[in-house]
């Protein structure tokens, strides 16, 4: 237990993972040059024992959710690492707009823990709109799928889906409106005939924007879509 006020012992930890590499993001505790040190690893929430087989939304006993049931979405499940809560939230922030790169590469290695190469042949970050991808630097989808794609050895294209109209964000609109929102906001430019694509993002909040990536997708010819997040939000 810390002896200083919350906030200062923060301010104080992040200072301390900024000037000291080997500290971790979390805790400013000595990681051994990791990202995370692994009482942070441990402790970061995991996904319930039993989920939509679809899409990844909790489920008392693993069956289909209501959602998938009523409007099935064009991928065929949904594989993720963390459930989205704190501090899965602070590092996927850090990442985005803290330009924490290390932390791509980080989440980047353990879904290549769980996206595997004899499923997949190829793998699609979710496009940023070309504005937004200036205002930010680089996508963090596209460098959290490079470093699977480095442990994998999946192929990466980086060119292949891209959003042609700028959205505003998910996250500030209600989730009937969300749906709406990102229809026909992406355009494939490629022949996906055949191919088993993993769909990369960083979070699957409701699901609108991977679903309307994935029908996209479909339509381009793909034998099966799987979305690969690092972190899913869940309902309850
Ligand atoms: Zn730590
Ligand atoms: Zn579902």
Not at 198 to 204: F, K, Q
Request: contains cysteine; positive net charge.
């Amino acid at each position: 237990m810390s002896i200083l006020p919350q906030p200062l012992a923060d301010t104080l930890h992040r200072i301390a993972a900024t000037l000291l590499p080997g500290s971790c993001l979390l805790c400013g505790g000595d990681s051994h040059a990791a990202v995370l040190c692994a009482a942070c690893v441990a402790d970061l929430p995991p996904l319930p024992a039993a989920g939509c087989p679809q899409c990844g939304e909790a489920t008392t006993h693993g069956e289909r959710c209501g959602a998938c049931l009523k409007d099935p979405p064009a991928f065929q499940g949904t594989l993720a690492l963390f459930r989205y809560e704190f501090p899965v939230d602070r590092l996927i922030q850090a990442l985005k707009y803290g330009h924490q790169l290390a932390l791509a590469a980080w989440f980047g290695e353990r879904l290549a823990g769980i996206v595997t190469a004899a499923d997949h042949d190829l793998l699609l970050p979710l496009p940023l709109h070309p504005d937004r991808l200036r205002e930010r630097g680089f996508n963090q989808s596209a460098e959290i799928a490079r470093a699977v794609s480095r442990h994998t050895g999946i192929p990466l294209a980086l060119a292949s889906l891209v959003r042609t109209r700028p959205t505003p964000p998910q996250a500030a609109l209600p989730l009937k409106e969300r749906t709406g929102n990102v229809r026909g906001a992406f355009e494939c430019r490629a022949d996906l005939a055949g191919q088993r694509v993993a769909l990369v993002d960083d979070v699957m909040t409701s699901g609108a924007t991977l679903r309307e990536c994935a029908r996209v997708l479909k339509l381009h010819g793909t034998a099966a879509i799987t979305v690969a997040v690092v972190a899913r939000a869940l309902r309850q």
